[in-house]
């Protein structure tokens, strides 16, 4: 009789309570919980409002700030990444971010088996790399065309394990997952759910109605017509194209596990498309006289990622600019429910067992993605917490501002950056070009893309053209 | 019961590799292109004026989500403001 066929160690999450201090799905909720609430208790008591004619000024003391921040945007040399005019003492977030992930990451580890002495000086060296894919991104050149740090972590790590191989010694900090949980759980406390309903009937039926019909279709698509055979890679594209990009396929390949070869091509394409559409639009809503309005809440729907709507909005015009980014901070909000949906879906339909039988309520429970718990509990406590401000511009300071922009958003990007050079020091060319077999992942995109221009637009002339004419105007002023 | 074999299972990339030639080829790409031709590329007039226009909006464009760039905050201004206005106007319910 032949052996059964092997299963990775990765799909054998422990058991019962142990899992609260055993999987990394619960230590990211426990790291992200303890980073928002260490920025909350320190932040939020220091703020002091006054109270004048010309409105509130608030004033805050955020010490975290300096010491998270990414490297700068610089132009002729890399030095300016760290230190220059603007930012004297740049640097000193790289610092803190790298003590607070040795100490954070390397309790967690160590707790789950991976002794702190070959964690550390594994994480040193890939924190290094990927302080270098953030000097990367950070040319203005660079930066300016949206090619972000996702892409330049992606490719150093793929350089040296394709050409002199991941060094042994780097592996324990390879931890791809890890990084991407914890980042994701600090990404909900910037999903705000009160900000839904801010664009009223018009927005919510752009961002809100096509992007959940083209996701759908488009899986369907990939399923029956392209016949893809991972679902994952299928859902992660679809989700990546439909919704918001980067971000969007990071949440969604978590919560459903994909493989990482999976998540790189659904950013990889993702990319080069949103660096395509960014100039494109703009250029074709001025050739055909497109209102900005309409113009704006078309790019916003469709493009990618939220610089590169921000950016294709300007070349537009100021009300299309500010139209653009509305209507794609409301489908940025779609994440948190497309994460929690594909990660439910997943446990109960697609991951049944080989009969096929309907999974018990404990089953379910046990192959959850922890992680989306905390994600989702961390969105509704900040949209609690934003909601229970009396005045609104103190809570969009205090809240988006200082804690969120300044602080947690910062720190994602730093988890989000380790995972993808993690990424890129696990993954083969090869096994890659395998994924992309047949080109069917590149006409996945494309056709759900095209759908997605056409929806979008039929709905964004149907809102804001015919049946609400004007909603918008209001905004653009 | 699961009594399938646990395994470890090592990427493939951990195993093959094309060697120091091709290592040393791309950091020296990299190094021209972002030390040379990127920032020769950054200087012409016309970029410049196109990234103080975008740094004078607030805008990243490698900005992935809406929290990290300025100018969400000021749309964000917009349409409490727009709200504001509409409640006072129907006459439904708190200010701010």
Request: charged share 15%.
């Amino acid at each position: 009789m032949p052996d059964p066929p092997a299963i990775d160690v990765a799909d054998q999450p422990p058991r019962g309570w142990s899992q609260l201090w055993k999987s990394e799905d619960w230590w990211a909720v426990w790291i992200g919980f303890v980073i928002l609430a260490v920025v909350c208790g320190v932040v939020l008591p220091s703020v002091t409002v006054d109270s004048g004619d010309a409105g509130a000024t608030v004033k805050i003391t955020n010490p975290f700030k300096a010491w998270v921040g990414q490297p700068t945007t610089w132009r002729h040399s890399p030095v300016e990444a760290f230190s220059n005019d603007a930012k004297p003492l740049a640097y000193r977030g790289a610092i803190g971010v790298f003590c607070l992930g040795l100490i954070a990451f390397g309790i967690g580890l160590s707790v789950m088996g991976t002794p702190f002495r070959r964690f550390a000086p594994a994480f040193l060296a890939v924190f290094i790399l990927t302080v270098l894919a953030f000097v990367l991104a950070g040319q203005v050149w660079v930066k300016t065309h949206h090619l972000s740090y996702a892409l330049w972590a992606l490719l150093i790590g793929l350089i040296i394990s394709n050409t002199i191989g991941t060094p042994a010694f780097l592996r324990p900090a390879v931890r791809t997952e890890f990084y991407i949980k914890t980042g994701l759980v600090l990404l909900g406390a910037e999903i705000l759910f009160g900000l839904l309903l801010k664009l009223g009937v018009p927005g919510i039926f752009v961002a809100w109605v096509v992007t959940p019909v083209v996701l759908i279709t488009t899986f369907w698509f990939g399923q029956r017509v392209l016949k893809i055979e991972s679902k994952t890679l299928n859902i992660t594209i679809a989700a990546d194209m439909s919704v918001c990009g980067v971000s969007a396929a990071i949440a969604t390949a978590a919560a459903c596990r994909a493989k990482k070869e999976e998540l790189t091509l659904a950013v990889g394409m993702s990319l080069a498309f949103t660096v395509v559409m960014m100039f494109v639009m703009p250029w074709f809503i001025k050739l055909v006289g497109m209102g900005q309005v309409l113009g704006g809440a078309w790019m916003g729907g469709t493009i990618d990622a939220t610089g590169a709507v921000s950016a294709a909005g300007e070349f537009v015009g100021e009300d299309a600019l500010k139209v653009a980014v509305a209507v794609k901070m409301i489908q940025n909000i779609l994440i948190g429910v497309i994460a929690f949906c594909v990660a439910i879906y997943w446990v109960t339909r697609v991951e049944r067992d080989a009969a096929g039988s309907r999974p018990s309520a404990w089953e379910i429970w046990h192959r959850f993605p922890k992680f989306v718990i905390g994600f989702v509990v961390a969105s509704l406590v900040f949209s609690w917490l934003y909601a229970g401000y009396a005045d609104e511009n103190v809570a969009r300071t205090v809240i988006t501002g200082a804690i969120k922009k300044d602080t947690t958003s910062q720190l994602r990007g730093w988890f989000f950056c380790l995972a993808f050079v993690s990424i890129g020091l696990a993954t083969n060319f090869r096994e890659l070009g395998r994924y992309f077999a047949g080109g069917k992942p590149l006409i996945l995109y494309l056709c759900g893309q095209s759908l997605n221009l056409v929806l979008t637009l039929f709905m964004a002339w149907l809102m804001f053209v015919k049946l609400f004419p004007g909603a918008m105007e209001e905004l653009g002023r | 019961m699961d009594t399938r074999p646990v395994r470890i299972v090592e990427p493939a990339c951990w195993r093959s590799r094309l060697g120091w030639g091709p290592f040393v080829g791309a950091v020296g790409v990299m190094l021209i292109v972002w030390l040379v031709l990127l920032p020769a590329l950054s200087d012409r007039p016309a970029f410049q004026a196109c990234v103080a226009r975008l740094n004078a909006q607030g805008i990243d464009p490698s900005a992935i989500f809406y929290t990290e760039q300025a100018v969400s905050l000021d749309v964000l201004a917009t349409l409490t403001r727009r709200t504001k206005r509409q409640k006072t106007s129907t006459g439904s319910g708190k200010s701010f």
